[in-house]
């Protein structure tokens, strides 16, 4: 699984990994790349030619996954959609509809959200004759607040996949935080394995597909090693439980009040 995006300006080198890849024998078919198309280029005809301008970038015949980035620009900032006349809600049904039509040339394989609480899916669920909801990409992890909490619930309920980002507390500041909570250090004394490792299992547990974000290939080969053990119903619970003495945590990103 390849975590990209149009802001992160990766697709060169995405490309160039997946080429050496197969070039080593990996099968196209064993490497899922997901990708994401920013809300500056959101509106029907722009994502359109934004998102085919993606396999040239890539040198891919298909992209396995695409994410609305996020359900609009802050409010402050406009878009070429925006300054169109249309609102934000508008642009975001009619970039939706250009994944699902992309999707049926086959340009791209699933169409998913990024950064959507319930009521942004509820609105894209509501369309008709458009694609599915494949995956919410959200911050993830056992401190997020409620509001998170709740789309996650909802996602499950309508089988909207969910990948965590930031699943070891959040960003710098609360990643230390998380680091130094003394029911996790617990668990990790318990279950012989560190505190990233069991916040990653539980994610894993919860459903989640995790994307934990290093460039040390000691902490690559430890996210790895969360295969080998379960958390049991118990210590779930109380990880679960977290959440609610989640003093100082705050999410990164808080798209509650987007349009």
Sequence with gaps: HIDGAQLYLNHGAIGKAIKEAIRRGVDRSEIFLTTKVAPSQYG???????????????GLDYVDLVLMHAPSFPSVLSTRCTRSGKTATQCR???????SDLREKGVIRNAGVSNF?????????????????????IEYNPFV????????DYCEKHNISITAYFPLGGDIANKAKAMKDEILG???NKYGKTVSQ????????????????????????????VVNFSLDDEDMKTINDLKYNA?????????????
């Design 145 to 152: 607040p409620e509001s998170i909490t709740e789309t996650f």
């Design 44 to 58: 029907y005809d722009l994502t359109m030619k934004t998102v085919e301008s993606f396999l040239p970038e890539l």
């Design 198 to 225: 069991i916040m990653l299992r539980w994610a894993i547990q919860r459903g989640c597909a995790v994307i934990p974000g290093t460039g040390n290939p000691k902490h690559m080969k430890e996210n790895m090693e």
């Design 93 to 99: 049904e009619e970039t939706w509809r250009a994944l």
């Design 117 to 137: 609480v319930v009521k942004h899916l509820e609105h894209i669920a509501s369309l008709e004759g458009v694609a599915p909801i494949a995956n919410n990409q």
């Design 247 to 259: 003093t100082g945590f705050m999410p990164s990103f808080d798209y509650s009040t987007a349009e």
């Design 186 to 188: 617990k668990l990790s």
